[in-house]
């Protein structure tokens, strides 16, 4: 089998191995693809391994022996479903390999918003410590949790495991979720409407698809029911969050924090409102990147693969 990998490099820079699919056939990796390129690349390939990359209806229409398509990645919004339809292509996507990852990720950004870890120590590098006149000093207020109430929008996997993490730090988790499970209601977790989440909580994290009913769930008609001094935390999809009205929530103190690991357009673009607001880290949409969850997700896009070979296909989501 003519496998071809369009852009391998953000799954794997060279710390896991290609190996597997080299066992189901004649593999080229291709760190990244131009526009372009994808229809010179592919167009002999049986399957089709893409993580950002567009497989248009050109794209597939160019692609006679394209018998399978894979995406390196939950969202699969870069494959034109109606085309590998019409043209019978099954796409397979990697629904689960980031949820351990992606919660802590989310906690990681919650903690440095409450403690400003990496400044102070950047401080103390440049000899702040070593100079101040008191034994300890800070430069913004530091939050304890414990006690506080967590709002989680998408209560998912990972919304699920966001919660179980911030309830080990003493908070209260009020969910919001179209689909509810009686089973995860505790002392400590209960469902509610969206309006009381946004009333009550003192922290609110996002793990919601990217719908036409959550694109921008995050807005000034929101934010204006929520608490005065609430945190917001973002890594999940960047449109679920009108960034002019969360970057003039920051600058008035409304919000008096917010840590996103997605923005609406990425990379980031230079005139991204968030790039001019107050109290805010954003990182580079590195959440479900470490090793351990690449290897997943290299583990499950092999088997994705290997179980259409045999008859048995997994993943599918057309």
């Known amino acids: 089998m003519n496998i071809v990998v369009l852009d391998g490099y953000t799954l794997n820079p060279g710390d896991i191995s290609w190996d597997g699919l080299k066992a189901l056939g ?12 994808i229809i ?21 229409a160019a692609c006679p022996k394209l018998r399978f398509i894979g995406v390196l990645a939950t969202g699969y919004n870069v494959v034109d479903i109606d085309a590998a339809n019409e043209r019978k292509i ?23 918003l409450c403690h400003h870890i990496g400044e102070h120590s950047n401080c ?11 034994w300890c000093f800070w430069n ?7 006690g506080k109430t967590m709002g989680i929008i ?15 730090l003493g908070m209260n988790i009020l969910a919001y979720d179209e689909f509810q499970n009686p089973a995860l209601v505790t002392d400590t977790c209960r469902y509610t409407d969206l309006d009381t989440l946004l009333t009550q909580a003192d922290v609110i994290s996002l793990h919601c698809p990217l719908f036409p009913s959550t694109q921008g769930i995050i807005c000034k008609d929101s934010i204006a029911k929520m608490k005065d001094g609430v945190m917001i935390i973002n890594d999940s999809r960047g449109p679920l969050i009108v960034e002019e009205d969360l970057r003039d929530a920051l600058n008035s103190g409304k919000v008096a924090g917010a840590a996103v690991d997605v ?11 968030l790039l001019q607001a107050k109290n805010i880290i954003i990182t580079p949409h590195i959440a ?19 179980t259409y070979l045999n008859g048995t296909p997994q993943n599918i989501v057309n």
């Open 154 to 168: 998408g209560f998912g996997r990972i919304g699920q495991e966001t919660g179980r993490i911030a309830q080990a």
């Open 124 to 134: 103390v590098k440049r000899g702040d410590w070593t100079n101040n006149p008191d």
């Open 40 to 60: 010179p690349r592919i167009q002999n390939a049986e399957a089709v391994f893409t993580n950002k990359v567009p497989l248009t209806r050109e794209s597939l």
């Open 26 to 37: 004649e593999v080229t990796v291709y760190d990244r693809t131009a526009a372009s390129d």
């Open 288 to 306: 479900w990147a470490p090793k351990e969850s690449r290897q997943r997700l290299m583990d499950i896009a092999v088997e994705n693969l290997k």
């Open 263 to 273: 923005v609406s357009t990425e990379p980031i673009q230079a005139d991204n409102p």
């Open 140 to 146: 913004h207020p530091l939050v304890e949790l414990a």
């Open 90 to 112: 099954p796409v397979a996507n990697i629904p689960t390999y980031g949820t351990a990852a992606v919660s802590q990720y989310a906690i990681a950004l919650l903690l440095e």
